[in-house]
């Protein structure tokens, strides 16, 4: 079995960061469990990038030190 990776992605709604996400999004060993994004905190991602809905339906939020540290903990 392969081992999945979580990933945390920091200004995910830029436009380099939102295609980071999407390739990401579709990696079957990738899981996204964070993106940050300082203008869109609180929005789902696919809100702000409605290509990636039923994708991406995670809530962006501000850098948060302690959950970048908490990522691949398990």
């Known amino acids: ?24 999004a579709k990696h079957p060993n990738i899981e996204i469990v964070f993106l940050a994004s300082q203008q869109y905190a609180g929005q789902k991602f696919s809100t702000i990038y409605s290509e990636y809905r039923g994708l991406v339906d995670i809530e962006c939020s501000n850098i948060d030190d302690e959950a970048i540290l908490n990522l691949n903990k398990d």
């Not at 990776?5 to 960061?17: P, R």
């Open 1 to 24: 079995m392969a081992k999945i990776y979580k990933v945390g992605i920091l200004g995910s709604t830029g436009y380099t960061g939102a295609t980071l996400t999407g390739l990401l």
